[in-house]
């Protein structure tokens, strides 16, 4: 993806039509309102959470501290660190698991975004 200050880079995991967890590369613009109406700050983690699971809603995560390693149904991985925004929206089907790629610690906010809500991803095609 070219690098550009008007875009912020973001990776989506989806649900395909059969239930597995898919993911794609994309950006976001900046400075548009997302609207949500909440947000949370985690540092914390429990076992389960690496263990394949969904995302409990379409939600922002957004890493402050870690290297995190992402892998989806099909056995394909991507990594998320600080600068990497995650899109989760695999609210369904088998869901995706995640290991610590570097470092002990994991410190994200979760920015869920509301169900009507726009989430203004752009996929890079």
Do not use: C
């Not at 909440?38 to 870690?66: C, M």
């Not at 989806?72 to 369904?92: K, Q, W």
């Amino acid at each position: 993806m070219e690098k550009n200050s008007e875009f912020i880079e973001v990776i989506r995991i989806i649900n395909d039509n059969d239930g597995n967890s898919s993911f794609e590369k994309g950006r976001i613009p900046v400075l548009k309102p997302i609207k949500t109406t909440s947000f949370w700050i985690s540092n914390k983690t429990e076992e389960w959470e690496k263990s394949e699971h969904t995302a409990p809603r379409k939600q922002y995560v957004v890493t402050l501290d870690g290297k995190i390693r992402f892998k989806v149904s099909d056995g394909s991985t991507f990594i998320i660190e600080p600068g990497i925004i995650l899109l989760a929206e695999d609210v369904e089907g088998k869901g995706h698991s995640w290991e610590m790629e570097e470092g002990e610690k994991w410190v994200r906010i979760y920015i869920p975004v509301i169900d009507s809500g726009e989430d203004f991803f752009v996929p890079d095609y």
